[in-house]
T-cell receptor, first 116, second 114 residues
Framework: AQKITQTQPGMFVQEKEAVTLDCTYD???????LFWYKQPSSGEMIFLIY??????QNATEGRYSLNFQKARKSANLVISASQLGDSAMYFC?????????????FGAGTTVTVRA | NAGVTQTPKFQVLKTGQSMTLQCAQD?????MSWYRQDPGMGLRLIHY???????DQGEVPNGYNVSRSTTEDFPLRLLSAAPSQTSVYFC?????????????FGDGTRLSIL
């Protein structure tokens, strides 16, 4: 079964607008972490934001915020005030606890294109 | 700070050839892993190591070998390259303990098998 599902293969967003990238996950482990990575066209993987399964507050990092709905098993990334440099592939990932050796599972990714 | 260093950045092989992709990290991370990235499939785990001398298989281990003789290095070996192994390979590392530890990635190796 797919552990991480990203249903949006590609999205367009106007510069300065906000965009929400969907991510749902599947785990029976009570302890897990959710991560978002950005992969620009140059290819490197850049860590953006983290949300822990026990965190009460939604994570925020600058223009990135995470809409964490634990009961729905979703962890959507919100990018506010989009910039041209935000054009990239975005991956949602989950790291489960010791019973799964802390392995990291990735979704298929969402390509974001920011229009001027 | 070098972080995670992968070599080479690009490589072209013929079917049946062998090669080793190198990965080194200078952050004293216990946990290291190899992924392959194929279009539309995200990153898939090949092998991982939770410390020197300990390795285990991930989701797609067939055709690949690994070893971990030191904390710093985690090479990935292709014993007999096949066209299906054409991909972009990423090495990553992190502290072992805690699901809250982000993995730090190298810049990737783009491998083509003819």
């Amino acid at each position: 079964a797919q552990k991480i599902t990203q249903t949006q293969p590609g999205m367009f967003v106007q510069e300065k607008e906000a965009v929400t990238l969907d991510c749902t996950y599947d785990t029976s482990d009570p302890s897990y972490g959710l991560f978002w990575y950005k992969q620009p066209s140059s290819g490197e993987m850049i860590f953006l934001i983290y949300q822990g399964s026990y965190d009460q507050q939604n994570a925020t990092e600058g223009r990135y915020s995470l809409n964490f709905q634990k009961a729905r098993k979703s962890a959507n990334l919100v990018i506010s005030a989009s910039q041209l440099g935000d054009s990239a592939m975005y991956f949602c990932a989950m790291r489960e606890g010791p019973s799964n050796d802390y392995k990291l599972s990735f979704g298929a990714g969402t390509t974001v294109t920011v229009r001027a | 700070n070098a972080g995670v260093t992968q070599t080479p950045k690009f490589q072209v092989l013929k079917t049946g050839q062998s090669m080793t992709l190198q990965c080194a990290q200078d952050m004293n991370h216990e946990y290291m892993s190899w992924y392959r990235q194929d279009p539309g499939m995200g990153l898939r785990l090949i092998h991982y190591s939770v410390g020197a001398g300990i390795t285990d298989q991930g989701e797609v281990p067939n055709g690949y070998n690994v070893s971990r003789s030191t904390t710093e290095d985690f090479p990935l070996r292709l014993l007999s390259a096949a066209p299906s192994q054409t991909s972009v390979y990423f090495c990553a590392s992190s502290y072992r303990q805690g699901a809250n530890q982000p993995q730090h990635f190298g810049d990737g190796t783009r491998l083509s098998i003819l």
